[in-house]
């Protein structure tokens, strides 16, 4: 028999298994049923054996009684939670999180009910077993060379108790669903809980110093983003740019703050100088995605780290060290948050000094001379703790402990997982994901791994002509719609794109016409296509696509003087990436920069500002800076004026169920990615025609001297 440890919040197992507290079926195991505390101990100690072990179906009682009487006792016990996805230990309820299964080589290893299995000697060992025999001893101690001293007698856990503890503690196993992640990458995801649940266990921390950590990946930035987080998590507000503005703001006696943590940063850019070049980029579009008010906000808790690349990761790590207290790391699911909690947990800084807070987990120690009728897997079954708690108790602090997996299946993390460090000077917790996005429930199963950006990509141009589409994956659709136009299209997502005529990418999307592309949605996903949005290019990229004609060591040209103007936008797709989409089109059908500069003279006086109502910031900067003499700037009130959406070149998106699809102003990615040109300077190869006659003369002339 198993002891799986304390038991966990109730609540926190309806949100894992998906069922009500105490709505089984059939007789609950102890640690999901906190009522069985209440059942005397011989009470306890007959279920246990029927329900605590994993027996076959097709067993007789007395046949269990038998094997229980010949397996070996265990010498430990399990986890409370496994040390992967955080689940509570269980050992009864097999698919589900934190099943552990006896049988398997590692869990019987641990518990000590099987030997550990031997190594085989390795060759390096046996070369310098070899080496060692062939040294002359005597004459090793002539030249000095104590061996004595080469060789440690003891090695003494007091003179580096950390090291120690990290060489003879093996580590605990993982749940057979974290296992089935790791070896054979199948798994399901959890029930994801809600943000009022996330809420409620930030307000049970023991400290009075919290930190929320608002993880958001780079792959979809700001798709990822709660935009009321301050207000939804009870913290601080955010700083605005007033100098009076509080920077400390107590709710029920305790200070949370709030930082914007953007992951996977090494998806945006090859080198971090790159990455750190569109940090002003990034903090606007933050900005535009808070709202009405993301203008009066400092942002100045904006942070780009890449744990891939180790990319701003130290610095992160000082801050929660110095910081302390309570670091909880926030976000939605499948955005790095178990990958960001390996890289920044301040590792090996055990401090020998009391702690500031009290999270001492030596609550039940076990008796030094149990009972011998008691199970061992009984002794701390019953304790005190509070059922109600959605916060689960904290592990036992260690220089190294296991850290959370890292998997792209959706919902990993079943719970939330607390490691302290610095001697009890705080805490990190990672909580599992809120919903993010179905996406992966309208592809095929074993496309869904293709679904996750994991690397940087360096995407083809694709050109959209009139009547042509762009499909990803065969079930999402970009279709131009403003005649007339080219547009471009970069893939910035990991799904195949296939450029083809409108009607066979309706064909393709929806099933209906036989054409050689695969559709990797599923069947009854591709009935109910729907459109997304329709989606302006409204942000001028003039200046950055033109290259030299606008730069200073080019022309140096004037926007004014250019005959066109080229326009973009972001299609974002939730938690796969992004597709930029660019369109050059005529300065005279589209004014949509911002003209020079008014002059002084005639044309200044006759500059007035815009009555029209304001459509967005940067259409009221361009009416403010019209100069209405030119022929140009009349043209283009008129178009500022028009409701008409036909004015801007608009694409239309077409997903399953019509969601999942967002958009943000442009990044210009393909420049910082795109493929660098070969070289032209250098010199060409000679031709080898006129070197063949060269030698063939001069062969011949040595024949006619030779005769």
């Not at 580590?171 to 790791?182: A, F, G, M």
């Not at 992160?316 to 909880?328: A, F, H, M, T, V």
């Not at 807070?357 to 009984?378: C, G, N, R």
């Not at 302006?536 to 200073?552: A, E, F, I, N, Y």
């Amino acid at each position: 028999m198993i002891r799986t440890g304390r038991t966990l919040s109730s609540r926190w197992l309806g949100s894992v298994f998906g069922i009500e507290r105490c709505s089984f079926h059939t007789r609950p195991p102890l640690f999901l049923c906190p009522a069985l505390r209440q059942a005397p101990l011989q009470r306890v100690q007959q279920i246990l054996p029927r329900k605590l072990h994993v027996q076959a179906a097709a067993q007789t009682q007395a046949a269990e009684v038998e094997q229980l009487e010949t397996v070996k006792q265990p010498i430990k016990q399990l986890p409370a939670q496994c040390t992967g996805c955080g689940a509570p230990s269980q050992t009864t309820i097999p698919g589900q999180p934190g099943y552990f299964d006896v049988n398997r080589r590692a869990v019987a290893e641990y518990l000590g009910i099987a030997a550990p299995r031997s190594q085989p000697p390795r060759k390096i060992d046996k070369a310098v077993e070899n080496a060692l025999l062939g040294l002359d001893l005597d004459e090793l101690e002539r030249q000095g060379v104590d061996l004595k001293t080469l060789v440690r007698d003891d090695p003494g856990p007091a003179s580096d108790p950390d090291l120690a503890a990290v060489a003879n503690t093996n580590p605990p196993p993982i749940c057979e669903r974290c296992h089935n992640l790791v070896h054979h990458g199948t798994g399901s995801p959890i029930f994801h809980p809600s943000v009022e649940s996330l809420r409620e266990t930030i307000l049970e921390s023991p400290y009075k110093y919290n930190h929320v950590y608002h993880v958001l990946d780079a792959a979809d930035f700001p798709m990822s983003l709660l935009p009321r987080i301050a207000q939804l998590m009870e913290a601080m507000p955010l700083r605005s740019h007033n100098r009076r503005s509080r920077n400390a703001k107590y709710y029920a006696n305790k200070k949370t703050e709030v930082s914007f943590i953007i992951t996977r940063a090494d998806l945006l850019g090859a080198t971090k100088e790159d990455v750190d070049h569109l940090l002003p980029y990034l903090r606007e579009t933050l900005r535009d995605a808070l709202g009405r008010n993301g203008d009066r906000v400092r942002l100045g808790n904006l942070k780009c780290v890449s744990a891939k690349r180790g990319w701003w990761t130290q610095s992160l790590k000082e801050d929660i060290y110095q910081r302390g207290g309570g670091g909880w790391l926030v976000g939605k699911a499948n955005v790095g948050k178990s990958n960001l909690f390996s890289a920044v947990f301040p590792k090996g800084r055990m401090v020998d000094k009391p702690p500031k807070h009290d999270i001492s987990v030596d609550l039940f120690p076990a008796p030094d001379a149990p009972d011998k009728q008691t199970p061992a897997y009984m002794e701390d079954y019953v304790d005190e703790m509070n059922d109600y708690s959605l916060l689960p108790p904290v592990q036992p602090e260690t220089p190294y402990p296991a850290m959370p997996l890292v998997s792209p299946l959706p919902g990993t993390t079943a719970s939330p997982i607390r490691l302290a460090f610095g001697g009890g000077k705080g805490e990190l917790i990672d909580l599992p994901g809120l919903p993010r996005s179905d996406l992966e429930t309208h592809v095929q199963e074993e496309h869904r791994g293709s679904l996750v950006m994991r690397n940087r990509l360096r995407p083809a141009q694709q050109v959209l002509a009139p009547g042509k589409s762009l499909l990803l994956g065969g079930f999402i659709r970009i279709t131009p719609r403003t005649p007339d136009v080219v547009f471009l299209a970069y893939n910035f997502t990991p799904l195949k794109e296939h450029v083809t005529s409108t009607a066979k990418a309706i064909g393709v999307q929806e099933r209906t016409d036989p054409v050689n592309v695969e559709n990797i949605a599923l069947p009854e996903a591709s009935e109910n296509i729907k459109l997304a949005g329709s989606y302006q290019l409204h942000h001028d990229v003039t200046k950055k696509r033109t290259g030299p004609l606008t730069s200073k060591s080019g022309l140096d040209l004037p926007l004014e003087k250019l005959p066109f103007r080229v326009l973009a936008v972001d299609i974002l797709i939730e938690g796969c990436g992004w597709v930029e989409i660019v369109a050059q089109v005529s300065k005279r059908r589209f004014p949509v920069s911002t003209p020079s500069p008014t002059l002084p003279g005639p044309k200044a006086q006759s500059a007035r500002p815009s009555r029209v109502p304001e459509k967005n910031g940067e259409q009221h900067e361009l009416l403010q800076s019209l100069d209405l003499s030119d022929p140009d700037a009349l043209e283009a009130e008129k178009f500022l004026q028009s409701d008409s959406s036909e004015s801007w070149p608009v694409v239309d998106v077409f997903t399953p169920e019509g969601r999942y699809v967002s958009s943000r102003r442009p990044l210009n990615a393909w420049l910082i990615n795109k493929p660098k040109a070969s070289a032209s300077g250098n010199r060409p190869r000679r031709s080898m025609r006129f070197a063949k006659k060269r030698d063939k003369e001069a062969r011949r002339r040595s024949s006619q001297m030779e005769g």
